[in-house]
C-alpha cells in the first residue's frame, strides 16, 4: 500500500523555469492538498480539491496552478519559478468530512536560483 | 494573530519523563484537532485525533481538549529517544481545511 506518492523527490530550477510536482492516492480518498513548508512558518495550504472536478486557493495560491487529473491524481505546476519558492512541498490525501486528519507524502524539496 | 499557536521550543526532557507539548487555537467553531509528529527531513505522520473536552489517550500519548479555553495538548509519558521530533497541532475549523500551528521541537535526553 503506497499510500500518497510524490514526485520528484528533489529538484532545482533556475528562476524563471517551470516544472509539475506530480502527486497520485491510492486510498481512493475524495479530498487532495497541495502544502508548503519553510522554516518557522510551519505547513501552509497553497490549494486544495476538495473532490474530483474541483479545486480552490488555500493560503498561499500566488504563483502555483494545481489540476486535479482524476479521483487518485493532483498536480502543482510552477509556470515561472523564483527563489523566494524554496522550500519543501508536501501533497496529501484525506477522506471528506471534519474528523478526518490527512496523510502526507515524502515531500518535494525544490531550491529555485 | 495566528489561527494556531504553538511554543517553537525547542523542549527537551530526560528520557523517561513526561513531555507536555501544548497548543491553542482562535477559531471558535473548530471541530477536530489532530497531531502530527514530524522527524527531521521527513513527512507528517498523524498520531492522535480528538473531537471532544477532555482527554483520549492512545499507549504512551494522551490528547487533552478544552474546547472553552481553546486550549489543546499531547502528553508523551515514559519518554524515549525515538520520540525527538518536532509535534505539529493541526486544527480543522470553519474553513475545513487542517491549519497547522508552526510546530514544537521535542528533544529527549538519553
Known amino acids: 500500500n503506497a499510500g500518497v506518492t510524490q514526485t520528484p523527490k528533489f529538484q532545482v530550477l533556475k528562476t524563471g523555469q517551470s516544472m509539475t510536482l506530480q502527486c497520485a492516492q491510492d486510498m481512493n480518498h475524495n479530498s487532495m492538498y497541495w502544502y508548503r513548508q519553510d522554516p518557522g512558518m510551519g505547513l501552509r495550504l497553497i490549494y486544495y480539491s476538495a473532490s474530483e472536478g474541483t479545486t480552490d486557493k488555500g493560503e498561499v495560491p500566488n504563483g502555483y496552478n494545481v489540476s486535479r487529473l482524476n479521483k487518485r491524481e493532483f498536480s502543482l505546476r510552477l509556470e515561472s519559478a523564483a527563489p523566494s519558492q524554496t522550500s519543501v512541498y508536501f501533497c496529501a490525501s484525506s477522506e471528506a468530512g471534519t474528523s478526518y486528519g490527512y496523510t502526507f507524502g515524502s515531500g518535494t524539496r525544490l531550491t529555485v536560483v | 494573530q495566528k489561527e494556531v499557536e504553538q511554543n517553537s521550543g525547542p523542549l527537551s526532557v530526560p528520557e523517561g519523563a513526561i513531555a507536555s507539548l501544548n497548543c491553542t487555537y482562535s477559531?471558535?467553531?473548530?471541530?477536530?484537532f489532530f497531531w502530527y509528529r514530524q522527524y527531521s527531513g521527513k513527512s507528517p505522520e498523524l498520531i492522535m485525533s480528538?473531537?471532544?473536552?477532555g482527554d483520549k489517550e492512545d499507549g504512551r500519548f494522551t490528547a487533552q481538549l478544552n474546547k472553552a479555553s481553546q486550549y489543546v495538548s499531547l502528553l508523551i509519558r515514559d519518554s524515549q529517544p525515538s520520540d525527538s521530533a518536532t509535534y505539529l497541532c493541526?486544527?480543522?475549523?470553519?474553513?475545513?481545511?487542517?491549519?497547522f500551528g508552526s510546530g514544537t521541537q521535542l528533544t529527549v535526553l538519553p
Open positions: 480528538i473531537y471532544s473536552n
Open positions: 477559531d471558535r467553531v473548530s471541530q477536530s
Open positions: 493541526a486544527v480543522k475549523g470553519s474553513a475545513r481545511q487542517l491549519t
